[in-house]
Nanobody, 117 residues
């Protein structure tokens, strides 16, 4: 069964940190690029960060560059998003996505991040 399961969301104060994780199963994780996207209340889906299948390159939206770090462990079939210096505008449901050319994208169910004092 193909699955992406996010965890690590919750409440953080402005300036605080959270670490999101996404556990993959049911497909060949190491052949998929991975990314994180988010959807703030009342807004559309926003791409946040991505990483190549072998971890050789990482990419970030301007809104999170310098604050968020994406990483992956192909031995453990996990991708992480370290989020530092959180801002209230980072409040959103965060989704993990697996993508590979020629295959359907795979999505997790999302994890809620709330940044508030």
């Amino acid at each position: 069964q193909v699955q992406l399961v996010e965890s690590g969301g919750g409440l953080a104060q402005p300036g605080g940190s959270l670490r999101l994780s996404c556990a993959a199963s049911g497909f060949t994780f190491s052949t998929y690029a991975m990314s994180w996207a988010r959807q703030a209340p009342g807004k559309g889906l926003e791409w946040v960060s991505g990483i190549r299948s072998d971890g050789s390159d990482t990419f970030y939206a301007d809104s999170v560059k310098g604050r968020f770090t994406i990483s992956r462990d192909n031995a453990k079939n996990t991708v992480n998003l370290q989020m530092n210096s959180l801002k209230p505008e980072d409040t959103a449901v965060y989704y993990c996505r697996a993508h590979r050319v020629g295959f359907d994208d795979l999505w997790g169910q999302g994890t809620l991040v709330t940044v508030s004092s």
